[in-house]
């Protein structure tokens, strides 16, 4: 099991912005993939999850209305998306697989190795 | 503000042991699983525990879970320098929005 994240990438605020899983070596529709934010020297922020099987998705409160997520089945991929990005989004974003069972604290069991996004003028 | 309550640090000497607790409330620990995680320094979070007391392949018995009512408690014995980490517990809140998951605020463990 491997999930490949793109490791840099700059913006300036306001641009938009789209983040991307590629999944390997299991079936991707049957698991959950989640979003895990770290800002810089602070802890583990639950962002969101997605099913890739039917796109059910769940937002925490604190990101609903900020960020987006989906999943594209036929290329193994789930994406976090900004519409708009400010400087205050800058932060490591981890993809990580959940397996069935979610919503009953199954564990993140594999992880990216995160997404470091700067947003600077 | 995290929904999970954890130490802030904790340290101990080579060799000994040390417990790192992480506290919730029905909604949260109390009904649902709990997960442990590893961060070490630069690197991503790796999967400790699952499922309040179980351990995934190639993760060494020195590590433990275990689970009372609203809390849950992460235990190391024989510790090595190599366990010096940031340690965080997560699980899935009912109560939130319909649900969502959460995390504690981390612990940072010292190997002295």
């Known amino acids: 099991v491997q999930l490949l994240q793109s ?16 999944a390997f070596g299991y079936k991707f529709s049957d698991y959950w993939i989640g979003w895990v934010r770290q800002m810089p020297g602070k802890g583990l922020e639950w962002m969101g ?20 997520i989906s ?4 290329i ?15 932060a490591i974003y981890y993809c990580a697989r959940q397996p069935t069972g979610a919503t009953v604290g199954a564990p993140f069991d594999y992880w990216g ?5 700067t947003v600077s003028s | 503000q995290s929904v999970l309550t954890q130490p802030p640090s904790v340290s101990a000497a080579p060799g000994q042991k040390v417990t790192i607790s992480c506290s919730g ?34 993760i060494p018995d020195r590590f433990s879970g275990s689970k009372s009512g609203t809390s849950a408690t992460l235990g ?37």
Do not use: H, M
């Open chain 1, 113 to 117: 190795r995160g997404t470091l996004l």
């Open chain 1, 76 to 90: 193994n991929t789930a994406f976090l998306v900004w519409g708009s990005v400010e400087a205050s989004d800058s």
């Open chain 1, 7 to 22: 490791r840099v990438e700059v913006k300036e605020p306001g641009e938009s912005l789209k983040i991307s899983c590629e």
């Open chain 2, 25 to 58: 409330i029905s909604s949260n620990i109390g009904y649902n699983y709990v997960s442990w995680y590893q961060q070490l320094p630069g690197t991503a979070p790796k999967l400790l525990i699952y499922e309040n007391n179980k351990r995934p392949s190639g």
């Open chain 2, 76 to 112: 190391i014995t024989g510790l090595q320098t190599g366990d010096e980490a940031d340690y965080y517990c997560g699980t899935w809140d009912s109560s939130l929005n319909g649900g969502q998951g959460v995390f504690g605020g981390g612990t940072k463990l010292t190997v002295l």
């Open chain 1, 71 to 74: 999943a594209d089945r036929s």
């Open chain 1, 49 to 68: 999850i997605i099913y890739p099987g039917d796109s059910d998705t769940r937002y925490s409160p604190s990101f609903q209305g900020r960020v987006t």
